[in-house]
């Protein structure tokens, strides 16, 4: 079954600041182990910001749904293969993350530091993903 927010998270997301939008996407993200991410027809998709490349991540496709434009759909990947290997490409390739957009900007973080924080908060809880 995947996870959604409830209508009492919902609420309180668009007025949280950036260090607990994050806090509240690491912890669902690791509660659901999964992550949700835009894909057009060929892969991830990805937004231009000035000389940037940036990929927002949400916890839920709930979240995610509406940031769909045409031609993209909302997209999962298990947590474990996201934070050891994914991000390890998208820092290869320089682009940032954007964790949690919503009503507002999300935060934007390299992919280095969220693995860093995945990485030292699975060690900190002794948390395994199966699979």
Known sequence: MRHEPTAAELLYLDDMDHEQRLHYFITRAMESEEI??????????????????????????????????????????????????????????????????????????????LFHIFDHKLDEEQYFIEG
């Open 36 to 113: 949700w991410r835009l894909c057009d027809s060929n892969d991830w998709s990805v937004c231009h910001d000035g000389e940037s490349l940036i990929m927002p991540l949400w916890p839920y496709s709930g979240l995610a749904q509406p940031f769909a434009g045409s031609g993209e759909t909302t997209d999962a990947v298990s947590l474990e293969h996201f934070i050891y290997h994914e991000l390890n490409d998208l820092h290869a390739s320089n682009i940032l993350m954007e964790v949690l957009p919503g009503k507002q900007a999300g935060l934007r973080i390299s992919a280095a530091k």
